[in-house]
């Protein structure tokens, strides 16, 4: 049977052991070696100590050994290199890498993509992307107009934004076409954590899709609006006949329209309305138009979730949230700005230099 020789102990260093074995902020291993100390002194068996600290036999010896050669300093930890930098220089070629083209038959880089590229932990590619405030998932588009005017037409049409002619009619037209009167089951749902989510039924029925010829009057921003079955330039005349007709023939309209096909060749129209002017954004600059902005308040606010039995229900639902919208309405800030080429950056070093 193995017995842990007696062993002396400095006065000082026992008060400093005996404070650690009743300490309630030292670490687990500390006081665990310095009861093992003051067993060995009481000349218990190696066995009973560990016993009572529920341990290994060989950890006793070990750390009364330790302690024999030298004394307090011997029960700290040796010193440890630690783990080797594995990733070194991980940050850079991260990236470097996500600049460069993706792997044939990826559409994007993502995290696991990256770590197998560079052969690291998914957990050392999050972390680094999470510090540096980069998403791989969220995207944004641009387009940048080459139309050769583009400056005279963004400063025609921001001018009526921010300083239309005094007395004048200011309206920004456009059409949303082929909005579907999809019939499918909603309601709401509780996942696995518990958290309740707005739920859908996955098949739908198509009853139909109709067109809608909206105007934004800049001024206040109020909403009128036409469903239409087509999306002729007929339709498009027709909807500005009772713009027209509403504003009265010797008001002076300006209207903003994109460069779509139904809004050109309309000079016969025209010359028989001298009060009307159409003012054309720049090619690949329909952003200029304010309607788009409140075609994406009503693709949000009126029809994301919506459930309609036909085309009469869907034209019905338009009309009644456009009329909703005109109560409370007001005039969008203009606040956008064109994107030039130089403000683009080709990699994600460019961006985070």
Not at 194 to 216: E, P
Not at 296 to 303: E, Q
Request: hydrophobic share 35%; aromatic share 8%.
């Amino acid at each position: 049977m193995r017995i842990a020789p007696k062993i002396e102990i400095d006065p000082k260093d026992f008060k400093i052991l005996e404070k650690r074995t009743k300490s309630r902020t030292e670490p687990k291993q500390t006081i665990e070696r310095a009861k093992i100390i003051l067993g060995c002194r009481q000349g218990k068996l190696v066995n009973e100590i560990a016993e009572e600290l529920k341990t290994y036999p060989n950890k006793v010896i070990e750390w009364r050994k330790r302690f024999m050669e030298l004394g307090l300093k011997g029960l700290n930890d040796k010193f440890r290199s630690g783990k080797p930098l594995k990733y070194k220089n991980l940050k850079e070629d991260l990236l470097k890498t996500i600049s460069n083209p993706v792997p044939k038959g990826y559409g994007r880089w993502d995290a696991p993509l990256l770590a197998k590229e560079l052969k690291c932990s998914e957990d050392a590619i999050w972390r680094i992307l999470k510090k540096e405030g980069i998403s791989l998932q969220r995207q944004r588009s641009w387009c940048i107009s080459t139309d050769k005017e583009f400056a005279a037409k963004a400063a025609d049409i921001v001018g009526l934004y921010l300083n239309p002619p005094t007395r004048a009619l200011v309206i920004s037209i456009d059409e949303k076409p082929s909005i579907q009167a999809l019939e499918r089951k909603t309601g709401y749902i509780e996942t696995n954590d518990g958290k309740i989510l707005r739920a859908y039924k996955s098949t739908y029925k198509r009853n139909g899709r109709l067109n809608l010829f909206a105007a934004l009057n800049v001024a206040n921003g109020n909403i009128t609006g036409k469903t239409t079955k087509t999306k002729t330039r007929e339709d498009f005349l027709l909807f500005m006949d009772e713009i027209v007709n509403e504003a009265g023939k010797d008001q002076e309209i300006h209207v903003i329209v994109d460069n779509y096909s139904t809004h050109k060749r309309c000079n016969e129209w025209l010359a028989k309305n001298p009060n009307v002017k159409f003012h054309y954004t720049p090619t690949s600059a329909s952003w200029l138009n304010q309607i788009e902005i409140w075609f994406g308040i009503f693709s949000i606010k009126s029809l994301k979730g919506a459930s309609f039995k036909s085309t009469e229900e869907l034209k019905e639902h338009i009309e009644t949230y456009i009329a909703r919208y005109n109560e409370s309405c007001k005039p969008f800030k203009w606040r956008k700005r064109e994107v030039k080429g130089s403000q683009l950056k080709n990699n994600i070093v460019n961006l985070r230099n």
